[in-house]
């Protein structure tokens, strides 16, 4: 069992930056994949970005690619999720999520949702223009 909470998001100005924190407990969360999601009003949601279990390997989507960096801290039970160059289309809740993903499985099994087995509660980004 992993439980995820979110914290960091907030209010901030088109340009500007927030790094967003995902705190898991458990013993064993260095082996899980943790991928960051988001979804804004009226929209599905929709992958941000991934880190593999030792972190030796990200994924971005094609939008947030350049702008955000995912990274871990296993001693901390932490990933964490800098947001720069910030617009109103990041106006989102933002999920982080855990699963355990094989390091043979394609880099495409970390975009896809279903494959988290653990969601935290999200935290709020609003992006003002």
């Given amino acids: ?11 901030v100005q088109a340009g500007g930056s927030l790094k967003l924190s995902c705190a898991a407990s458990g013993r064993t969360f260095s082996t899980y994949a943790v991928g960051w999601f988001r979804q804004a009003p009226g929209k599905e949601r929709e992958f941000v970005a991934a880190i593999r279990s030792m972190g030796t390997r990200t994924h971005y989507a094609n ?23 910030l617009n109103s289309e990041d106006t989102a809740v933002y999920y982080c999520a855990a699963a355990l993903l094989s390091p043979l499985v394609s880099g495409s099994s970390y975009s896809t949702a279903t494959n988290y087995n653990y969601w935290g509660q999200g935290t709020q980004v609003t992006v003002s223009s």
Avoid at 1 to 11: A, D, T
Avoid at 63 to 84: C, E, H, P
């Fill in 1 to 11: 069992q992993v439980q995820l909470v979110e914290s960091g998001g907030g209010l």
């Fill in 63 to 85: 939008n947030t690619k350049g702008r955000f960096t995912i990274s871990r801290d296993n001693a901390k039970n932490t990933v964490y999720l800098q947001m720069n160059s």
